[in-house]
């Protein structure tokens, strides 16, 4: 195997790595705290829980993924927009306690999880960089080099996963806790976002709006925690 190709497997085994806990954390985010407000529904279907198995969806956690670790390495992703997902967490509103409160802390659960991975990783990574475990002209080398290529996209990915579910369209977290926000003249609204929300965040996506949208609050998170 050359060198491109041992470079390719291995930044794909860690990349596959980082996305699958860090969309496992997120989903099982969203069932504990579901959960913690009266509804067992993804409890009693072993979601509370940080095995990657059950949040796996075969097509947005492994096949999408890996195509797009592929276009970027070899230079072809630019332009092609690919999302990327767990097996949805089920919820029923009706269990709930206080609805609006559970709806906005269930729908922001996987985001603060994630960017809590993000800030506890740039902790670890500061501290192996002041520790010198990780200096200078070994970043790139052996295992010190996927040491770095570890902690700096556990804090990359999980920051732009939280960033992207931010945004306000359906299916995206973002736009759960602002239903819970906006008032009932809304409804209307959402009701045609949640028919062709995947739609239109695809077309956005393409245009790219969300990049202009993603990249500056990206870039402050990351500044924030580094």
């Not at 407000?37 to 940080?50: H, P, Q």
């Not at 990574?125 to 080099?145: N, P, R, W």
């Not at 939280?162 to 977290?173: H, I, K, R, S, T």
Request: aromatic share 12%; hydrophobic share 55%; glycine share 10%.
């Amino acid at each position: 195997m050359d060198s491109t190709a041992v470079q390719f497997v291995s930044g794909l085994v860690i990349y596959m790595v980082i996305w699958i806990f860090s969309v496992s954390a997120h989903e099982a985010a969203h069932a504990w705290t579901s959960w913690k407000f009266n509804d067992d529904t993804a409890y009693l279907l072993g979601r509370v829980t940080l095995n990657p198995i059950p949040h796996i969806d075969p097509i947005g956690t492994l096949l999408l993924p890996i195509i797009g670790y592929a276009l970027g390495f070899f230079g072809g992703a630019a332009g092609v927009p690919l999302i990327m997902w767990g097996k949805p967490t089920p919820v029923n509103p009706l269990n709930w306690r206080n609805k609006d409160v559970a709806n906005i802390c269930v729908s922001l659960a996987g985001i603060a999880v994630n960017l809590l991975i993000a800030t506890v990783s740039a902790f670890v990574f500061k501290g192996l960089i002041y520790g010198g475990i990780i200096a200078g002209a070994d970043l790139q080398d052996g295992l010190t080099g996927i040491l770095v290529q570890f902690m700096y996209g556990m804090i990359i990915l999980n920051v732009g996963l939280a960033v992207f579910n931010l945004l306000p369209f359906p299916p995206l977290d973002g736009s759960k806790a602002l239903q819970s926000i906006l008032p009932d003249s809304f409804a209307p609204i959402f009701e045609i976002l949640e028919t062709y929300g995947f739609l239109i965040l695809l077309i956005l996506i393409q245009m790219g709006i969300i990049r202009l949208l993603v990249v500056p609050l990206r870039d402050l998170i990351l500044y924030l925690i580094l």
